[in-house]
C-alpha cells in the first residue's frame, strides 16, 4: 500500500519517473517525514473522501520537500529543470 501511494504522489506531481528506483527512493524518504509508515493502519480506515483529500495534501508536501531538497543540494538530482 506504501508503494502505491508513493506511486500516485510521483503521477499525481509529474516530477520524476515512478519506475526509476533513485525517485522513488527520493519520493518515500519524504513521504516518510510526513507520513510515518507506521500510520499505514489508520490511513486505511479513513472514507474514500478523506483518503483522497490526505493523498492530494500529502503529494502537494512530498513534491515540496523534494524540490526544497534539490535547492539545497540534499537530493532531488533526479528532478529535471
Known sequence: MYRKIVTYILLRSHVGNPTDMRVVRDTTAALE???PQTELNAFTNLSRNEKETQLNGMAQLVTGIR??????GKSGDTIEN
Not at 67 to 72: D, E, G, I, P, S
Open 67 to 72: 524540490l526544497f531538497n534539490r535547492q539545497l
Open 33 to 35: 517525514s510526513v507520513f
